[in-house]
């Protein structure tokens, strides 16, 4: 297995992701919007910018990450067990796919933006 090396990769990780995330009925209702104003494509797109910063230092995610959550966060409650699950299925689709120290980084990052996400949260609402 090889480690994560480009743009392509990450959008063959977050693709793999998603389909994680959009057939578990605990986390799916999250998504609902996305889906039903065919949004899928351009989020994947998006999400996958946002990656390719963080790994590659790419420049092409300029907004802000945790805005979206915590408005969502108002209708649609974050737990803990979302939280969770999000991590699991974005772990397990680094493992099955990549080794290495991007790879590894990645799933770092998400653990730590996770767990400050879930702190913003809990203290705004
Ligand atoms: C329970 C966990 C999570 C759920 C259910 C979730 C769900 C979502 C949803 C539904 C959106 C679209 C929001 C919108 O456009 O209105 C979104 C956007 C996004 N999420 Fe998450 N998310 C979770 C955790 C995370 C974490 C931990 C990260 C980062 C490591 C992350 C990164 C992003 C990014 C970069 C966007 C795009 C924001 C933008 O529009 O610029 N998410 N997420």
Redesign the pocket.
Known sequence: MRDIKNREDIYFLIDNFYKKLLSDDL?KH??LD?LKQNHLEQ?LQ??TD?WNGILFNSPDYK?N?MQ??LI?NKSKP?KNE??KR?LSHFTSSIDENFKGEKAEMAKT??LS??TI?EIKMTTNS
Request: charged letters at 10%; aromatic letters at 28%; hydrophobic letters at 75%.
């Open positions: 986390v999250f998504f996305i989020h998006i999400i946002f907004r990450a979206p959550h969502l974050f979302h939280f999000w990052r998400a933006i996770a996400m």
